[in-house]
């Protein structure tokens, strides 16, 4: 045997028996409990179950479902809505409500109303973002692309806001 013949014979055992190692490493990483992408997504699981969820179709963005509590039961709930109406995988979702998720139930229906903000219905006072009112302002120029007179507030530091 000449020395390229017993290089050439050297070199096919040391393959073999790297292919043996690597056999034997994937048969004990089958044995072995290692952080499977399973495990290692239970736990955003786990925090999510507290929030409340709606479903909805893609196509039309109507929603199907509010106040879903949990991750799971919207899952469910989603796969139940799109069998019951006849839809692809792809045309229905679910995401987390916005909002108090703290109140649960029907998506926050038992949390406090919002103070709503803007002109009042009678048009003589106007309420900001940040609750505070003042009195509307009307100019005697009319504009036209609105159909009504110019109007603004001026908040408590003297500026002056349009409204629209």
Not at 28 to 38: D, H, T
């Amino acid at each position: 045997m000449t020395l390229l013949e017993q290089q050439i014979s050297h070199y096919l055992q040391q393959q073999e028996a790297a292919k043996r190692v690597m056999v034997a490493i994937k048969k004990a990483r089958k044995r072995e409990e290692l952080p499977s992408a399973l495990s290692v997504a239970d736990s955003p699981l786990a925090i999510s179950e507290d929030h409340s969820f709606y479903v909805y179709r893609t196509d039309t963005n109507a929603v199907l479902a509010r106040g879903i509590q949990g991750f799971e039961a919207a899952k469910s709930r989603a796969n139940e809505l799109r069998k019951s109406h006849g839809l692809k995988w792809d045309e229905v979702k679910f995401k987390a409500e916005r909002g108090n998720q703290s109140s649960g139930g029907s998506g926050g229906s038992t949390a406090a109303p919002k103070k709503q903000f803007g002109v009042s219905r009678d048009g003589k006072t106007f309420t900001n973002t940040s609750g505070q009112t003042g009195r509307v302002d009307y100019a005697k120029r009319f504009n036209p692309s609105k159909g009504r007179r110019f109007r603004g507030y001026t908040d408590p530091q003297g500026n002056y806001h349009d409204i629209d």
